[in-house]
């Protein structure tokens, strides 16, 4: 038998009622650290339940961006997500 692999893919989305701010930028930040592991408890817990959840490891927030044109009201959040595929599984949709 052939072992599954772990394959990534990403994650982007705005959060409407987070404001930006520009300590968001530095991952050596506070407000950064908090954010993230926030978000990576959130990413988790929706994908555990989701039709992915048998085979999801869990995610990784990667940045947070200004959103432009939202008045620095909202904030764009990157992350990568990690799953085991086993040989002969469809790719992810």
Do not use: H, W
Request: aromatic share 8%.
């Amino acid at each position: 038998t052939t072992a599954a692999t772990l394959e990534r893919f990403t994650v982007n989305f705005t959060i409407t009622n987070l404001p930006y701010t520009s300590d968001l930028v530095n991952p050596d930040s506070e407000r950064f650290k908090s954010t993230r592991r926030v978000m990576n408890t959130l990413l988790d817990r929706l994908l555990k339940e989701s039709s992915i959840g048998p085979d999801f490891q869990g995610c990784e927030t990667t940045a947070f961006r200004y959103a432009p044109g939202s008045d620095r009201d909202q904030t764009r959040v990157d992350a990568v997500c990690t799953y085991s595929k086993e040989p002969g599984a469809a790719p992810l949709d």
